[in-house]
């Protein structure tokens, strides 16, 4: 199963992904830390040396089930990509965290039976344990039969050998049934993590003071939190008044009517589909740009996850990609995101959505969206033809007629000035024309040079001076214009950044 490289130096890719390091290696799988680019997150790749054995994975949405988020075929087989999580597995886990962990996997599993999912291979090392709590994995991953009759007698030899317990009387009801009983075979002496379990918990009057004050603490705490939570409820759901001379796109956020859903309509869930969704119409409200300008604010309505705003442009038969700018939105009502992205006349926006990822949409009459399936990083394609009578709860603000200028930007006498730096690696677009990546005074940048003269210099945001550059590379080919790639290797992690250049300057695309 080898790895393919970039085109122009160390870096590995793998369906959009940046291979890392090597985590872990199976008989028939190898799991690496990387990075998807599209989004910037951390990830944890697994790739197969096939598909899995039911051909597609169905894979529960549960706090105590590792997070999927995306997976497919790829030229090394399979991959899985996966919510990273940082520590062992079960079996590597101290004998006294034992049963909280195991009733943290039995609401995982006990909540995927209860949406019709089998794991397959419940095992200890399908079980990740970080911060102190245990996640699932590997949903559909194993080799043997998937049923979850099987996914209970399985969890029930893995109790049994972790705290060297009897089989449970007859077949188990549930995973959790298991654990309970598996709690009072074990009695009093079994210490459990939590301090004050029912059985670590201290006796006489020194205990009682102490439960006290505990449950003091903890009433005032959770007023404190139902305070706060109902203060951000009610200002998350207020719709904020546009900017001062914004144009708005798209809709007015109303709360009537809105649900959640992920790209197949349906509950979001790490085994849902990617997608693109644009508003094409939406009575009373315009839905594209009517002249240019600067994307200044987005707003969201019920949408949760990870979410690109892109801003899309028509060429002839398709529809391309030529600003995005990302963001991880946590559950609320109404989000408000700052933004800087160019947009002309005759521009639409939309939304790229992650698997696991929900967006706000409500019906509407005289409402469309059409929406493009697969990765935000996919070459453009073609929209659905299905007609979707449905508002996207997206608002859009643009302040026309002013000059978007991306952040780190030197031009003209200022870019000529500049620090020579240390050339790191470069490529020539035409003759003439070149790009280079440069480290100068702490910081590192995008070089654009034509006849020998710097136009421009475009510092690269994340890039930390303790990095390395991973590559430099032409991605693709975008209306006569190539589109480069630019990776660095931070300590923490990789920085991807896309560039759009020409012989007048490079745009980032985010």
Known sequence: MPLSRTSSSSSTEVAGFVVERQLGRGSRARVFEATQLSLQRRVALKLLDGAPVDGELCWPEHPRVVSLYAAGPCEQGYFVAMQLVRGTSLAEAPRRALLPLLEDVAAGLDAAHRAGIAHGAVNARNVLVGEGRAFLSDFGLGEGEATQAVDLADFATLVGELLELPPPDGPPASAAAIVAEARRRVGPGRRSRWPL??????????????????????????????????????????????????????????????????????????????????????????????????????????????????????????????????????????????????????????????????????????????????????????????ARGEELLLRVEYLPGQTWRPAGLLTGRRAALAPEGRTLDSLELHPGVSVAAVSAGGRVAADLEVDGRRIQRLFVAGAGPAGRLGSLYTLRVRFGRPILRLLWRNPSGVVSRDFSAGRRGLVPID
């Not at 670590?200 to 404190?224: H, N, Y």
């Not at 759901?237 to 798209?250: C, M, R, S």
Request: hydrophobic share 40%; glycine share 12%; with cysteine.
């Open 197 to 386: 379990g029912a059985h670590a918990r201290p006796q006489g009057a020194p205990a009682r003071r102490s439960l006290a004050l505990w449950a003091l603490a903890a009433t005032l705490v959770a007023g404190v939190a139902t305070l706060v939570v109902a203060m951000s409820r009610g200002s998350s759901d207020q719709v904020p008044a546009p900017l001062d001379g914004a144009v708005t796109l798209g809709s007015s956020l109303p709360s009537s009517g809105a649900r959640s859903v992920d790209c197949d309509d349906g509950s979001p869930s790490g085994s849902s589909e990617p997608c693109l969704v644009v508003q094409t119409r939406l009575d009373g409200r315009p839905v594209v740009a009517r002249s240019d300008g600067v994307i200044r604010r987005w707003a969201l309505r019920d949408a949760r996850g990870d979410l690109a705003l892109e801003v899309l442009r028509r060429r002839g038969a398709g529809t391309y990609v030529v600003a995005r700018t990302s963001a991880r939105v946590p559950g609320a009502r109404v989000r408000v995101l700052p933004a800087n992205l160019p947009v002309r006349a005759g521009d639409l926006v939309g939304l790229a959505v992650a698997p696991g990822t929900a967006v706000g949409v409500r019906h509407a009459a005289g409402a469309t969206t059409a929406r493009r399936l697969g990765p935000a990083d996919l070459p453009p394609g073609e929209f659905d033809s299905k």
